[in-house]
């Protein structure tokens, strides 16, 4: 008797960010400077640190994200 239990394993994503790089795009304007990024093949996040370089979206800067989206939404609420 044959096992058809086999899934299939999303892993074609993984292998063609391997063979051809991530292709992200943008999730969220967190600030003009700072963004939340995904990439559409293998689901990785990222954002941008204070350098303005890619780093991994950790829930901790998820919720840094956050309180900066809140507090600059509230500025500019305040402003205009
Ligand atoms: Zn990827």
């Not at 063609?16 to 992200?24: P, Q």
């Not at 795009?25 to 559409?40: A, I, W």
């Not at 293998?42 to 890619?54: M, W």
Request: proline residues 4%.
């Amino acid at each position: 008797m044959k096992e058809s239990k086999t899934k299939p394993i999303p892993v074609v994503g993984k292998m063609w960010c391997v063979f051809f790089g991530h292709r992200f795009y943008t999730t969220r304007n967190v600030t003009n400077h700072f963004k939340e990024y995904k990439c559409s093949h293998c689901q990785l996040e990222l954002t941008n640190d204070e350098k303005g370089h890619k780093i991994f979206l950790t829930p901790e800067h998820k919720a840094i994200n956050e309180t900066l989206v809140n507090f600059y939404q509230r500025r500019h609420h305040l402003v205009s």
